[in-house]
């Protein structure tokens, strides 16, 4: 089974401060991973996938096989970075019925960036 | 616009009362899906569909059905709602697969009462 794990629900930075959101991942083959993000009353839209190896609005994120994490970070955290994150794997399950394909989201992080 | 739309935006219904979210994207998109989100559990994937009549489970399928008879258009249909199917569901298309990026919808609130 594949399974996303972001551990903080709520995150709560000053502006100006570095910023972190965690993402741990369990997937037996090799994985895909992006961040999502959704602004208030915004649709959710891709901030970055990890193939890609880009840097989006100042945050990246680095896949870490051995500890099997894609954190996101930004060294300045600005006020409109504020949104909820979602961490999310793409993943090929192979079971009795054949193949079937998954999308797998963490269950988000709410950063708040305070001015 | 290259878009994803969902009709309707918000929908009050009662229990056992069939209800169809439709779904449609200009994108010709490949693969389609449909999410639910809940407080604290994030977003659940309810169904996929990778081309015309092919579709399959996600996580959480008990309860809804899809179909996908032409390319553009991916509807949800609850044939008997219950209060535990009150959500915010989201459709989403991608060009050929997971892999590739999500293009949401903006999101049918459904309350079953």
């Known amino acids: 089974a594949q399974r996303v794990t972001q551990p903080e629900k709520l995150l709560s930075v000053f502006k100006g401060a570095p910023v972190e959101l965690k993402c741990n991942y369990s997937?037996?083959?090799?994985?895909?991973l992006f961040w999502y993000v959704q602004y208030s009353r915004q649709r959710l839209q891709l901030l970055l996938r990890?193939?890609s190896r880009e840097s989006i609005k100042g945050f990246t994120a680095d896949l870490n096989k051995g500890e099997t994490s894609f954190h996101l970070k930004k060294p300045f955290a600005q006020e409109e970075d504020s949104a909820m994150y979602y961490c999310?794997?793409?993943?090929?399950?192979?079971?009795?019925?054949?193949?079937?394909?998954?999308?797998?989201f963490g269950k988000g992080t709410l950063l708040t960036v305070n001015p | 616009e290259a878009q994803v739309t969902q009709n309707p935006r918000y929908l009050i219904t009662v229990t056992g009362k069939k209800l169809t979210v439709t779904c449609s994207q200009n994108?010709?998109?490949?693969?389609m899906s449909w999410y639910r989100q809940d407080p604290g559990l994030g977003l659940r994937q309810i169904y996929y569909?990778?081309?015309?009549?092919?579709?399959d489970k996600g996580d959480v399928p008990e309860g809804y059905k899809v179909s996908r008879k032409e390319k553009r258009n991916f509807p949800l249909i609850l044939e008997s709602p219950s209060p535990n199917q009150t959500s915010l569901y989201f459709c989403?298309?991608?060009?050929?697969?997971?892999?590739?990026?999500?293009?949401f919808g903006p999101g049918t609130r459904l309350t079953v009462t």
């Open positions: 989403a298309s991608s060009l050929l697969g997971f892999t590739y990026e999500q293009y």
């Open positions: 997937y037996s083959g090799s994985p895909e």
């Open positions: 990890h193939i």
């Open positions: 999310a794997l793409s993943g090929r399950m192979v079971g009795s019925g054949g193949s079937n394909y998954k999308l797998t």
């Open positions: 994108m010709n998109h490949e693969y």
């Open positions: 569909s990778m081309n015309v009549e092919v579709t």
